[in-house]
């Protein structure tokens, strides 16, 4: 079984400041990791992904999450909140190995950007 | 533009109609998903196509759902009498055989049942 915690559904965040959103997973084996993010009324569109080897990824928009097996954490991070950030992140955890691959999505952050 | 198209992208329907929704895939993606978001939640698998076999199916796929992928092409996900329950965005998404396990999504079509 796997699953996904993201902390706080919605974040406050200055122009300019650093945008972190949190994301704990839970998986029996090795996980894959992704960030989707999803703008009103529009489907999902990967971020960034972790499948093996480097543990920092660098991902579309300035985004970039580490890995951290010890932490089961994949935090997604941005130096600096612009306006356009404003929409709703997803955190998703899928299993290695044989199977469907299916994905398996935390309920989502949503940063408020402040002028 | 990911490639995957989703219809009709809304619709509104009352109770106890029957709904379908039709998904295209990128055309060299052989494995199919189709998920359910409600509000406030992140998307939730339903079931699962490799090809036209209809490999994996959710608790949440009630005897009142069903999918199809004839030919291993498009998908449709229909829903026999619906309930007002059944409002939500209904979310296909799309890979290759790789295992990546990276999905590309459709834009979605939203039910909303009076």
């Known amino acids: 079984a796997q699953s996904v915690t993201q902390l706080g559904s919605h974040v406050s965040v200055s122009e300019g400041a650093l945008v972190l959103l949190r994301c704990n997973y839970s998986?029996?084996?090795?996980?894959?990791l992704f960030w989707y993010v999803q703008y009103p009324n529009q489907g999902l569109q990967l971020l960034l992904k972790?499948?093996?080897?480097?543990?920092l990824v660098k991902g579309i928009n300035g985004f970039e999450a580490e890995f951290k097996k010890s932490e089961t954490s994949f935090h997604l991070t941005k130096p600096s909140a612009h306006m356009s950030d404003a929409a709703e992140y997803f955190c998703?955890?899928?299993?290695?190995?044989?199977?469907?691959?299916?994905?398996?999505f935390g309920k989502g952050t949503k940063p408020s950007v402040i002028p | 533009d990911t490639g995957v198209s989703q219809n009709p992208r809304h619709k509104i329907t009352k109770r106890g109609q029957n709904v379908t929704f039709r998904c295209d895939p990128i055309?060299?993606?052989?494995?199919l998903y189709w998920y359910r978001q409600t509000l406030g939640q992140g998307p939730e698998f339903l079931t699962y196509?490799?090809?036209?076999?209809?490999?994996?199916k959710s608790r949440l796929l009630s005897d009142r759902f069903s999918a199809e992928r004839p030919k291993g092409s498009f998908s449709t996900l229909e829903i026999q009498r619906t309930e007002q329950g059944d409002s939500a965005m209904y979310l296909c998404?799309?890979?290759?055989?790789?295992?990546?396990?990276?999905?590309?999504f459709g834009e979605g079509s939203r039910l909303t049942v009076l």
């Open positions: 998986s029996s084996v090795p996980p894959y």
């Open positions: 972790y499948t093996t080897g480097a543990t």
């Open positions: 055309s060299e993606h052989n494995r």
């Open positions: 196509f490799q090809n036209e076999a209809q490999l994996e």
């Open positions: 998404a799309t890979r290759t055989s790789g295992d990546t396990g990276e999905l590309f």
């Open positions: 998703a955890v899928s299993s290695s190995g044989a199977g469907s691959y299916q994905l398996t």
